[in-house]
């Protein structure tokens, strides 16, 4: 069983910027598609960026776009989030996500999930 482990989530200011990484147990772990998704309390996981492996385009919600970054390192099996000028609204738990369907935005085509990186922006 492949576990997914996010870390670098903090509290951070308002205009701050975060790297959240997330890495895979097996190195042979090879998803169609990786995303990270985000929760508030109360509210549903929704999708904040994401790639398919068959093109490593990435796609990214539209209130992240132009602030957060999502990239792969293949070599170290680990997914990043580059995420600046940070807003009080990109408060979350963030968590990352993978599998083998091409589905990017639903979060109920993932298979696998980890436990989540809490990010708080302070004002």
């Known amino acids: 069983q492949v576990h997914l482990a996010e870390s670098g989530g903090t509290l951070v200011q308002i205009g701050g910027s975060l790297r959240l990484s997330c890495v895979a147990s097996e190195s042979s772990f090879n998803p169609s598609t990786i995303s990270w998704f985000r929760q508030t309390p109360g509210n549903r996981r929704e999708f904040v960026a994401g790639?398919?492996?068959?093109?490593?385009?990435?796609s990214y919600r539209g209130s992240v776009k132009g602030r957060f970054t999502i990239s792969r390192e293949n070599a170290d099996n680990t997914l990043y989030l580059q995420m600046n000028n940070l807003r009080p609204e990109y408060t979350a738990m963030y968590y990352c996500a993978a599998s083998f369907s091409d589905l990017l935005w639903d979060s109920s085509t993932y298979t696998y999930w980890g436990h989540g990186t809490q990010v708080t922006v302070s004002s």
């Open positions: 790639m398919r492996r068959i093109d490593e385009v990435p």
